[in-house]
């Protein structure tokens, strides 16, 4: 006779141990049927714990939810995806060498961010986490500004008072990133419903990890999304990682993520993460159903986190070095290039060139944020701004403080 | 001027929100049970009738989620008048006040803001046991970037409640339970009273303003200074009438901003202090109200600041009376205070 | 160890209590004996009182203002012990010890900080404010706290209060007691003093002294005086009698720094003139340089009051009680005077002096003025025995 024991969610591979996805549900390219935006929330049930794939091993795009881009929008995601990367990469490396203190990359999920970006529309209102650059980028917020940000230095969007990647731009639509996770979810549902009370078309996307699905917030912006049916586009990134702990912590191990969408009453897609057109038709379709008033979307994006949690992590100390060559999905980048070679769009030699451009514009950007100061170098901010914004007006107490910190007290 | 009526503080609260919906289509008020029932202590009463169900929003209970929904909304250019049922019960909201709400526009460099008013009761005297009495204001008057207030009577209710959905900054909006239908002089054995009568509760129909930062003098004296707020400010003229000191009294409305200067002007005339609040004492808001006092009026202070104030113990149902700071309590201070010569 | 109390003893002639005036050293002092301990006042002087021992003060009775009975308790003093006063160096560097027996020993430090000053914040404003300095104010409040009111003692802010104490407040009580029981008759008479001051010129250059009338006046006085005892008498109240004096204790009404004083020429007519000057100057000088003994203070039987140059027309001198005469001097100055139908140019000097109506009447109080006047006009009948 059996009796209950404590179930400690099992960690596929350790260090030294050959790495082991068996562990995620797949389906085949082009399989997932594509229902009618519209649907009630109870026919995406099968959506949630399938796989939304459109790009095959080959590169050729299948099925339903093939969005059937224009080649020039195929090629804009593949050029934001290579800038988010390259900038990523040298990003990095000014950590290291202490131009910066903090750095987060989003490498091995470009796509989640970009193709989202370019497949919702430019009044919509994003509430990134702070793994989502893809989502400025892609907007067109300039590589300077964001670097300014990382360097916190005069041209600091935030003057000096969040930590690098804590990005916002309000003329781009994009959210202020909260270090504190999950926050921006309910934040993004009740931004949908004021859209909705207003009678106005824009929907709000937020992003979170999958371990943040844990937090209560989660929860609030589910409840409230549904009861509102507020036009809210919920996106869970599943890169299978909240720094060292797995994804089945947060209950991964036994229903999808994107199957709490309908478990509370909103429509669910679980889709490949890592397929540009993948998370550009689920994204389109949630927008779809979100402006046709049938309310919010839980989109689970499956995917990997090939890089450290942020540069103070270092994940060969818990998970196997080889876990991403070996991650069923892929690279999102190789495989929207490689559906651009299929389709005839684009050539070995084109993309060199555009890393080398990429590379180039990343390169110039960096010395430009750099004329601006870093937090060690050069021109600073005035610490009197650690004092403004806190209100609207500077009650008296603030101003005394700053008199007295400009004294020296 | 405006036309006045009687009204008590729920009526007063709730004719603030029905003038601001009326002038602003931004603002919209979301609470559990605010909507169709108007509310636990019937202070949305009728507006749900009045706006629409688009403009007066059932929540579910989720403190959590209705403040972070309401930060959405503000950021979306809304004004929203959120309700959390009793203070007691905002606690699941207080990473979205305290990590969001309050930092939003100082993180984000005025970026993006929400102008949201979270209205909650607080403070006991109703035998509401510990769910039911608590007086978080030190809380959240610790935390920069949000704006506390509590009133002490029906007009200081409605022209603080105008004033606080207009301001572009966040408030939390203290409503003393107890004061909702009568001002309560501490003493749980006197029948209790209706605002019916008191000057306070003369209140303009329509819109008008009380400036958050200003503390006002509920009473005038020279003897000795009464620094309080809510609840208290009644309990303290009590106290003061009861022992026939010539007590000055001040009702300081908003905790943040503070109005260090009407406190302090007072002290530095009477050269005593008592602050009395109904929050427990150990590091509640009459330990910032002491220190800032003591650092203005060092000099005028003719014997140590006295404090009266709850227990610090969570605030007990069989034992509210001995709990509660009352006259009798605010009368030994008052004596302890007034026995020292200076 | 040994612990020794001193009672207030008896400062004057049978008084009963004495006024704290300020103390000399305060408890944990340590004390010689004979250094001074604390001034008193009874009713007539302001007092020194030496301490009785060498020790360590451990308790006193008694603050400025404060009265204390005679043969209560006035300090306690831990005597006999091993403490000897150090220097300040050796005080304020502790040296580690290292102490070879058990038994916790006793280091006595000498207490010479400035005491520590307890007051609240606005009475410590209104001091800085007036210019006060607090180590030097007495609190009242508990725990020896500075009140507002020890303050205003002190305050120059509006007005300066100054305490009536000690030698001020004896003199204004026996000023009020003796007009509010004595019925004074004034009487006032002139005398020519022409051939007095002749004489006294005379004398003061043949003896090269400085002889003022007072020495003369005194002694005539004390001629006069025999034969009207009942100006040489006290009254005393309490057994409802008048005790007549034979010898004349002359008491001299003297300004001194604090106040009015009456130091006493104990036996006026017991030496010659020399000797009357010299007791005079000796007992007036001890008083205002506040050194007269308890016994140049008390017992006068009549008293005598100069203002000197100051000295005036008229004044109306307020009896010394228990005494039931005084006898003012006023200023000798020329003036044209009628002597035997023709007029003259005469010193003349007045006496105004007032007796106690109840005891002596006025033909008596006249007669002996009359009879004092005599013997000043013809000033060789002052040594005529």
Not at chain 1, 84 to 108: A, C, K, L, N, P
Request: charged residues 20%.
């Amino acid at each position: 006779m059996s009796k209950p024991t404590l179930h400690i969610p099992a960690v596929p591979a350790r260090p030294g141990e050959a790495p082991d996805f068996s562990y995620v549900h797949l389906a085949p390219a082009g399989a997932a049927l594509r229902p009618d935006p519209r649907v009630p929330v109870r026919e995406t049930v099968e959506l949630a714990d399938s796989l939304i794939r459109v790009l095959d091993e080959e590169g050729k795009a299948r099925g339903a939810w093939d969005p059937k881009l224009e080649p020039s929008v195929l090629l804009a995601g593949l050029q934001n995806m290579v800038l988010t990367r390259v900038f990523d990469d040298r990003m990095q490396r000014t950590q290291r060498q202490g131009r910066i203190t903090f750095y987060v990359r989003s490498y091995g999920e470009e796509a989640v961010s970009v193709a989202a970006a370019a497949a919702l529309a430019e009044t919509d209102m994003l509430f990134p986490s702070y793994r989502n650059q893809g989502l400025f980028l892609a907007r067109g917020v300039s590589l300077v500004d964001l670097m300014c940000q990382l360097l916190s230095n005069t041209r600091d969007m935030c003057k000096g008072r969040q930590l690098p990647v804590m990005y916002h731009s309000a003329e781009k639509r994009v959210f202020s990133i909260s270090g504190n996770l999950a926050t921006q979810y309910p934040q993004a549902v009740g931004w949908a419903m004021a859209a909705a009370i207003k009678g106005e078309s824009q929907l709000a996307a937020a992003w979170i990890g999958e371990g943040s699905t844990a937090a209560a917030d989660f929860h609030h912006a589910l409840t409230f999304a549904k009861v509102y049916k507020a036009p809210v586009i919920l996106n869970v990134v599943n890169n299978q990682w909240a720094i060292s702990t797995f994804q089945g912590y947060a209950g991964g191990e036994q229903r999808s993520f994107a199957a709490r969408g309908p478990g509370v009453g909103i429509a669910g897609l679980r889709v490949d993460g890592n397929d540009f057109l993948a998370v550009y038709a689920a994204t389109q379709w949630a927008a779809e159903r979100a402006r046709s008033g049938e309310g919010a979307t839980l989109i689970e994006l499956v995917t990997y986190r090939a890089g450290a949690h942020s540069t103070s992590d270092d994940p060969s100390r818990y998970r196997p070095r080889e876990e991403f060559g070996e991650w069923p999905l892929g690279d999102p980048v190789q495989r929207l290039k490689q559906h651009l070679i299929q389709i005839g769009t684009w050539s070995e030699a084109q993309h060199e060139a555009l890393l080398a451009t990429v590379e180039e514009q990343v390169a110039t950007a960096w010395k430009q944020a750099m004329a601006f100061g870093t937090l060690n170098e050069g021109e600073k901010l005035d610490p009197k701004l650690m004092f403004s914004d806190v209100y609207k007006e500077m009650p008296a107490h603030l101003q005394l403080q700053c008199a007295q910190m400009e004294s020296g007290i | 001027m405006s036309v006045t009526s009687t009204m008590n503080m729920v009526q007063a609260l709730n004719s603030a929100m029905d003038v601001m919906l009326e002038r602003h289509a931004s603002v919209v008020v979301l609470g559990e049970d605010v909507g169709y029932f108007g509310g636990v202590f019937r202070v949305t009463d009728g507006l749900q009738k009045k706006y629409g169900a688009h403009r007066v929003l059932d929540t579910p209970i989720a403190e959590g989620g209705i403040i972070g929904a309401a930060i959405g909304m503000g950021v979306n250019g809304l004004r929203p008048v959120a309700e959390i049922q009793f203070a007691d019960y905002i606690y699941p909201a207080y990473d979205q006040i305290v990590s969001e709400l309050a930092r939003l526009r100082y993180r984000s460099a005025a970026a993006f803001t929400a102008p949201l008013t979270i209205r909650t009761p607080c403070g006991g005297g109703i035998r509401g046991g510990q769910t039911h009495s608590q007086s978080p204001e030190g809380v959240f008057a610790h935390v920069s970037g949000i704006k506390t207030v509590m009133p002490s009577n029906p007009y200081d209710a409605k022209g603080l409640l105008i004033a606080a959905i207009e301001d572009d900054d966040p408030v939390i909006f203290f409503e003393p339970k107890r004061l909702y239908n009568g001002p309560f002089d501490g003493d749980p054995d006197k029948p209790a009273q209706s605002w019916l009568g008191h000057p306070m509760a003369e209140v303009p129909q329509g819109y008008y303003r009380v400036e958050i930062g200003k503390a006002s003098v509920a009473r005038e004296g020279s003897a000795v200074t009464m620094v309080s707020y809510g609840t208290m400010v009644h309990v303290c003229i009590a106290a003061a009438e009861a022992e026939g000191v010539d007590a000055e009294v001040i009702d300081v409305r908003s905790m943040m901003p503070l109005d260090m200067d009407t406190i302090a002007q007072s002290v530095e005339k009477t050269g005593r202090c008592l602050i009395a609040h109904e929050a427990t004492r150990f590091a509640g808001f009459g330990a910032e109200l002491s220190a800032s006092i003591q650092e203005r009026c060092f000099w005028s202070l003719e014997a140590p600041i006295e404090r009266v104030a709850g227990w610090d113990t969570p605030y007990p149902h069989a034992f509210e009376w001995q709990y509660f700071p009352g006259k009798q309590r605010v009368q030994r201070g008052l004596r302890q205070l007034l026995n020292i010569e200076g | 160890m040994a612990r020794y109390s001193m009672r207030l003893p008896d400062l004057g002639e049978g008084t009963v209590s004495a006024e704290v005036i300020a103390w000399r050293a305060k408890v944990g002092d340590l004390v010689t004996e004979d250094a001074p301990l604390v001034e008193m006042a009874t009713d007539k002087a302001v007092v020194e009182v030496p301490s009785p021992v060498t020790g360590r003060i451990v308790s006193v009775t008694g603050s400025p203002g404060e009265s204390v009975a005679v043969g209560a308790e006035l300090a306690v003093f831990e005597t006999e012990s091993v403490i000897t006063p150090t220097s300040s160096v050796a005080s304020e560097v502790s040296v580690p010890v290292v102490v070879a027996d058990a038994a916790p020993k006793v280091t006595a430090v000498v207490d010479r900080a400035p005491r520590p000053v307890r007051a609240s914040p606005a009475t410590r404003r209104r001091a800085f404010e007036a210019g006060i300095d607090l180590t030097q104010v007495r609190g009242s409040g508990p725990g020896g706290r500075i009140l507002r009111r020890d303050l205003d003692k002190t305050s120059t802010v509006e007005y300066q209060e100054i305490p009536v104490i000690g030698v001020r407040r004896v003199i204004a009580q026996r000023m009020a007691e003796a007009k509010r029981h004595a019925p004074h008759f004034a009487y006032v008479e002139e005398v020519d003093v022409t051939e007095l001051e002749w004489l006294r010129q005379r004398l003061n250059a043949e003896h090269r002294a400085e002889w003022s009338y007072l020495p003369f006046i005194a002694r005539a006085l004390v001629k006069v005086l025999q034969q009207f005892p009942q100006c040489n008498a006290h009254f005393d109240a309490d057994r409802n009698v008048i005790k007549r004096y034979g010898a004349v204790h002359l008491g001299i009404a003297t300004q001194t720094p604090d106040g009015l004083k009456v130091p006493v020429v104990r036996d006026a007519g017991r030496g010659d003139l020399r000797a009357l000057a010299a007791e005079i100057r000796r007992v007036t000088e001890a008083a205002r340089e506040g050194r007269a003994s308890r016994s140049d203070l008390g017992g006068s039987t009549i008293t005598l009051t100069s203002l000197g140059k100051l000295g005036g027309i008229v004044s109306t001198p307020i009896l010394n009680l228990p005494e039931v005469a005084i006898v003012g001097i006023n200023k000798a100055t020329e003036r044209v005077v009628v002597r035997d139908g023709k007029i003259a140019i005469r010193r003349m000097m007045n006496l105004s002096s007032s007796f106690d109506h109840r005891f002596v009447d006025g033909y008596d109080a006249a007669a002996m003025i009359q009879a004092l006047k005599m013997q000043l006009e013809q000033p060789e009948t002052i040594f005529a025995e």
